[in-house]
Every structure is written in C-alpha cells, then in structure tokens.
C-alpha cells in the first residue's frame, strides 16, 4: 500500500542542540508512516528568502492537489520566527491538519506580545499542539485550544544503556570531583555563577582545586549578554587550572564524559528553558543535579532528588558541597530514581505517544 504524504517545516537541522536532536528522531517515525517532505529554512542572518519562497511554493502546491495529509510544524518562538512560520499556520484556519511541536517554554509569550497576541491565539487555537512539559499546560487549557497533546522528550539508546551502580559516583578521597556543564554557554543559564561557585569552593582549598569544571556547548546570545561580552569574560577566566572547555562533542565521547562526572548543574533563569536534554540525561545516568526551581525545571526533575539553588554563587557553592558530602542513603535513592528515569524518557515511550498523536484523526 502507498505511503501518504506529509510535510515538515522546520529550522535547519545541522545545528547540534536538543530541539533538533529530538525533531531528527521525530522525522524518522513520520517516515515509517507517510512519505515525507522536508522543508528547514536558516534562522537568523542565514535567512534565504528565495529558497523559503520555493518552500511555500511546493507545500502550498501539495495542500491544493490535495497531496499532503498534514505538516509538522516545529514552531519558531520570536517576533520574525513567528512571521516565518505565519504562512503555514494560515492553513489552520482553512479545516487544514497542521501539528505545531513546541521546545521552548517561550512559546506562551507568543501570545502576550501587544502585536501578535490576537492573531497567533487565532491560528494556533486551530492546530494541534505537541508540549514537552506539563508546566505548560495550564496556559493552553485556560485559553480554549482546540487539541493539546503532552509528549515528553527521551534519550536516545546509545545515551540509554549503561551500567547504573558503576555509574552513580560519589566523591572518592584523594579524587577530584567533577563537575559538568552540559548546556549552551548563555548568561541567564547561570553559567558564570556556577563558575564562581566553583572558584570559591576551590580557593577555599588553598589552591588544592579539589572541584574539576567541565565545560561543553557554544556561546549563544540572552537579554543579558551579547556573544562578544560573553567570549570577553571566558577569555578572562580560561586559564584556571581547574577549568575544561571541551566544546560540543559527538554522542560517543559525550557519554565517556558524563559517566566521568559526578553532578551536572543547571540554575537556569533562561526563558526558553522547557525540559532540556543535559538534565534528563544527568537524570538516567543518577547524577548529582543542581538546577533552579523554575515551573520547568522543576516539572522536569520530578521526584528525582535534586537540589534546587538560587542563580546565586553562593547559594549554588552550598548545594555543591553538600553534593560532596552525601551520605550512602541519598546515593541509594539517586540509583532507584534513575531507574525510574529511564522508564520516563525512553524512546520507546517517546515514538508510541508521538505516533498515536499523528495517526488521530
């Protein structure tokens, strides 16, 4: 029998980051349905307005012969983002299937915006909406969408399998402890408090820098800080001795890395913050966890024993010492709720309730 077809409209995907990693993998389930076209487009600077003309062209071409049963829309969160995905949420209002996948708690500001708020509460009423994080799902019952489907991020496989007593690690004497950041490198992330939280920790020592600070992910800009403020301060700071920058690094020598850790910290105020992949691995793999207790955050940790910290260097040095200072029975608990974990972001339990979203009619 012959495929049916469908659409995806999406960001470029060469980019290593979560939002990719889990629309990659949400590609590959559509196309053991339907025969798949994909349309990605540059964000930014990179914007090609022909190539996104020829786009609009083909799939407004396929919804006319009636060629395309829905499109998968992984929605953009700006101003101009909104803009950009504007002509494929018009054929909602036309009785047109269109699935909108949300990855970023910003979503909801859409529809706050003084100049947006009226038309995109109009055309995304009519979608069918994908959240990762049960925080969000007051905002969109409260104002009447027509179809809002909770779908949780997972971890792929490869990430997945380990052996978890070998795996929770506690601080060992003589042994550094090692701390990793897992994320983007952006200000309100908190990158720079945690920075200083380690620093204190380590002068503290008198130069026996006892706290290793592994670093990976790029400089991105906030409301906070531009790119080229950000890189100024890491030229600044790149020199302790207890500091690693190792960059992105494919999924193999990631894994080696975060099995050699023994916390991942995130005390993150950053407003895209939804369910971010650093820490639902640090959760699978039953790390030490620091993170904020922002709505998301905290929907995100669930009833994994973590520490919430204010974005505060001190506040975060605390957390981390008693991280280092953990007793057998916390660890115990670390190990069953990553079991637990596992359960809760596999990908199987990912591709069954992405699939039965998509086949709903």
């Not at 990179?46 to 998968?72: A, C, M, P, W």
Request: hydrophobic residues 40%; positive net charge.
């Amino acid at each position: 029998m012959q495929k049916k077809l469908c659409s995806v409209w999406t960001v470029d995907l060469t980019a290593i980051n979560g939002q990719n990693l889990i629309t990659i993998e949400a590609i590959k389930l559509l196309k053991k349905e339907f025969k798949v076209s994909i349309y990605e487009y540059q964000s930014g600077l990179g914007f090609h307005f022909l190539k996104f003309l020829r786009n609009l062209f083909s799939i407004y071409l396929r919804v006319i012969l009636k060629k395309n049963k829905f499109i998968y829309l992984v929605c953009s969160r700006s101003f101009l983002g909104f803009l950009r995905d504007f002509p494929i949420l018009i054929l909602s209002l036309m009785n047109y299937r269109v699935i909108v996948h949300v990855h970023g708690s910003d979503f909801i500001y859409l529809f706050k915006n003084i100049i947006l708020r009226n038309i995109a509460r109009r055309l995304y009423r009519n979608c069918e909406i994908i959240i990762p994080s049960k925080h969000l799902l007051n905002y969109f019952e409260e104002n009447n969408f027509k179809k809002i489907y909770l779908c949780e991020n997972f971890i792929s496989n490869e990430i997945l399998i380990y052996e978890e007593e070998n795996n929770v690690l506690v601080k060992e004497k003589n042994k550094k402890f090692k701390v990793l950041w897992n994320s983007n490198i952006i200000s309100s992330k908190g990158f720079f408090e945690t920075y200083n939280a380690i620093k204190f920790l380590n002068d503290i020592k008198k130069g026996n820098d006892d706290i290793e600070f592994i670093v990976l992910g790029k400089c991105i800009k906030d409301t906070e800080m531009n790119v080229s403020k950000i890189k100024n301060k890491l030229n600044k700071i790149q020199k302790s001795s207890w500091l690693k920058f190792l960059n992105q690094l494919n999924r193999k020598k990631y894994k080696k890395i975060l099995l050699s850790c023994n916390i991942v910290i995130l005390p993150s105020t950053y407003i895209c913050e939804c369910q971010p992949l650093a820490i639902l691995e640090a959760m699978i793999y039953g790390k030490h966890i620091i993170v904020c207790n922002t709505p998301a955050l905290k929907n995100t940790i669930g009833s994994y024993p973590a520490m919430f910290a204010k974005r505060d260097k001190h506040s975060i040095a605390n957390n981390i010492d008693k991280c280092i200072l953990e007793d057998l029975n916390n660890k115990n608990k670390r190990i069953k709720a990553s079991k637990e974990a596992k359960l809760r972001f596999s990908y199987k339990r990912f591709s069954y309730s992405f699939l039965k979203i998509i086949s709903e009619i």
